[in-house]
């Protein structure tokens, strides 16, 4: 009897569609001042992608050259596989290049109504399509009521909403959003935001978002771009960098951290919470300890002592949400440091307390403490 060998199985990489937007080791400088160096970035077809970073790091020069609205000094730019911009030589302007547009400031045409305003771009169409494209996005806005109004009538928010319905009106192949939220007040902006993450969802618009807010952008990007100094320092998705950074900058730049140094004996740190493994760094070095104040559980200590050698309750705050606890934390090395505990809902144990602190490792962060 024979035996059929089973055809050869052949492994397919998973289909990646091309980007929409390509960004490849893009530099530029104000006189003496680099803005961005050597950068590279995609954003794919109904991807959000968050530029984050401090003030003057270079996330709002990146989306104006994405833009067109400055001139590129070096890499290339391309929209749906298409150069739109190299150095000295092809730039297509931004109202050729097919993006959406929404700042800061709303910048609506004062004379024209809500819905004139969102029609404005909308070219070589019969009026009434645009009529009917125009109060289809006001309505998904929640804006649809106001139609016939102008902007001087409109509260801040609804002037944002409405300037967001005439950036997407011409069914733009990329948004460029910086800072559109920023000037809202925190209520507004949560249910702004909220509301356009689902409309930029519905219309599939591939979506470049520049913002400093940190929780803004783990709400809205499929992936962030982390930067600093014209570098992007790391890139990936909200759990990719707040469960794994890559430094002691992208760690901390998610929130509040506390932070303890220590020498690494046997592949470990001693803290004052504990031991916490460091076998990827040299034996004898210096080690950097980030702690995120949610990854300490704090329990009444069963058996209390009148001396205050063991850790203790310095204070507690409520925040709302969730409460914020500061600990004087004593090793059994004899170590002290002051941490903080971020503890859901309300935990106001009393001053001078004595506790015990179980460490949750996966929000516990280790790096060299050269870095």
């Known amino acids: 009897m024979t035996s059929q060998s089973k055809p050869m199985e052949i492994e397919h990489a998973p289909y990646r569609q091309p980007s929409v937007l390509s960004m490849e080791g893009v530099y530029h400088r104000f006189e003496s001042l680099v803005a961005v160096r050597g950068v590279d970035l995609e954003v794919a077809p109904g991807e959000v992608v968050c530029l984050l970073g401090p003030s003057g790091c270079g996330k709002t020069t990146l989306l104006r050259i994405a833009a067109g609205l400055e001139a590129l000094q070096q890499g290339r730019v391309t929209l749906n596989g298409q150069e739109v911009a190299v150095p000295n030589g092809r730039h297509v302007p931004p109202e050729k290049r ?56 409109l509260s801040g928010g609804q002037q944002q909403r409405v300037a967001l319905a005439r950036a997407l009106a011409p069914s733009p192949q990329l948004m460029l959003l910086d800072e559109p939220f920023s000037s809202l007040d925190a209520r507004l902006r949560d249910q702004i935001r909220d509301d356009t993450l689902h409309v930029l969802k519905r219309v599939g618009a591939a979506t470049l978002l520049v913002t400093h807010d940190p929780e ?156």
Not at 136 to 142: C, I, K, S
Not at 278 to 293: H, K, N, T, W
């Open 98 to 153: 097919n993006v959406g547009l929404a700042f800061q400031d709303s910048a609506l045409f004062p004379h024209l109504t809500v819905l004139e305003n969102v029609t404005f771009g909308l070219k070589g169409e019969p009026a009434r399509q645009r009529r009917t494209r125009a109060q289809e996005l006001l309505d998904q806005l929640g804006m649809g009521a106001y139609a016939e109004s102008y902007p001087h009538m």
């Open 216 to 371: 803004e952008a783990m709400f809205m990007a499929d992936r962030i771009a982390l930067m600093r100094e014209g570098n992007i320092v790391q890139i990936g998705t909200p759990r990719e960098l707040y469960c794994n950074p890559c430094d002691p900058f992208v760690a901390a730049f998610f929130g509040e951290v506390n932070e303890l140094e220590g020498e690494v004996r046997n592949g470990k740190v001693q803290t004052p919470v504990g031991s916490v493994d460091a076998r990827q760094l040299p034996e004898g070095s210096r080690a950097l300890v980030l702690i995120r104040p949610e990854a300490l559980r704090v329990t009444e200590r069963s058996t209390a002592s009148p001396e205050h050698r063991y850790s203790h309750v310095i204070m507690a705050k409520l925040l709302g949400r969730s409460s914020l606890v500061h600990i004087c934390a004593h090793g059994e090395d004899g170590s002290e440091a002051h941490l903080h505990a971020r503890i859901p809902g309300v935990f106001l144990p009393a001053e001078g307390l004595q506790v015990d602190l179980h460490l949750d490792l996966s929000q516990v962060f280790v790096f060299s403490a050269s870095d």
